[in-house]
């Protein structure tokens, strides 16, 4: 579905006006609005109209929409009278990140899509060869669920390194039915509490499987607290019971440095086993 809302930024009462739109390539539409949208200093200035329903999408396309004549008239503003909005379906299947040639050049033009879409089915975000540095957060995805799970795999650990100089590498917030599988997740620094990997508030049923996870070897003193894993009920402090948590699997990972490998506040159900701890 795809609604417009109009608003008369206008010193006079709008009565009626055209709405042209196309989705894509495909041809121009229009309708004739009938209502009425007092000035702006007055009473209901803005009404929602419907531009079509039941439409689905199978690609990323733009949507473009124009209004003219208002009362008949030429408006006085044309500046303010077209709007694009890019329309992205909800994702299912499996989707390449890394490159100009994959789905999704970067990271965070998945998440972004994520965000903005949701998951209409089981998603698979498989990373292209190569070293992805930034911090990243993945949370607020729409349709997650039991049956609509997410993979994040970047095939193998040797290829793929997540890698950042800031707090957090890779933080999973509030959650569910995630799983990170085949990274290599790095966090540099060595001033302040950090974490490569940090699962915040209710990640119940997520899981980290066959990643290596590094932080700074050189690093363990108390008062830095560098971390590999931190698993919290907070996404502000490490150190919040994850009462909410539950059915959290870490396995047949490969953890090196810092003061913890794994620092887990207060979860249930919680799985740990087969990894491998060095360097803390």
Request: glycine share 8%; proline share 2%.
């Amino acid at each position: 579905d795809a609604n417009l809302m109009a608003t008369n930024f206008g010193g006079v009462q709008v009565d009626s006006f055209m709405v042209y739109y196309k989705l894509g390539n495909s041809a121009l539409d229009s309708l004739k609005y009938t209502g009425k949208l007092d000035a702006c200093a007055n009473g209901k200035s803005t009404d929602t109209i419907s531009l079509f329903t039941g439409q689905s999408l199978t690609s990323i396309k733009d949507l473009t929409v124009y209004v003219k004549k208002p009362n008949g008239q030429s408006g006085s503003k044309a500046s303010n009278d077209t709007v694009v909005s890019q329309l992205v379906p909800a994702l299912g299947g499996t989707y390449t990140i890394g490159g100009s040639s994959a789905d999704f050049n970067t990271i965070q033009a998945a998440f972004n899509a994520l965000a903005n879409s949701g998951l209409c089915g089981p998603t698979t975000l498989e990373i292209n060869p190569g070293t992805y540095t930034g911090s990243y957060v993945l949370d607020d995805v729409s349709g997650i669920s039991s049956t609509n799970t997410l993979t994040i795999d970047g095939i193998d650990t040797a290829d793929v390194t997540i890698t950042s100089g800031n707090d957090i590498t890779f933080m999973v917030d509030d959650l569910q039915y995630v799983t990170l599988k085949n990274i290599t997740f790095e966090n540099t620094t060595s001033s302040r509490d950090y974490a490569a990997v940090y699962f915040a508030q209710n990640t119940s049923n997520d899981s980290l499987v066959n990643c290596q996870v590094l932080v700074n070897t050189s690093s363990t003193s108390a008062f830095n607290r560098p971390y590999g894993v931190v698993v919290s009920g907070s996404n502000s402090s490490f150190f919040s019971n994850a009462n909410n948590t539950k059915n959290l699997v870490i396995e047949k990972n490969s953890f090196d440095g810092g003061y913890y490998n794994m620092y887990v506040r207060g979860t249930e159900a919680l799985t740990v086993r087969s990894n491998a701890l060095e360097g803390a």
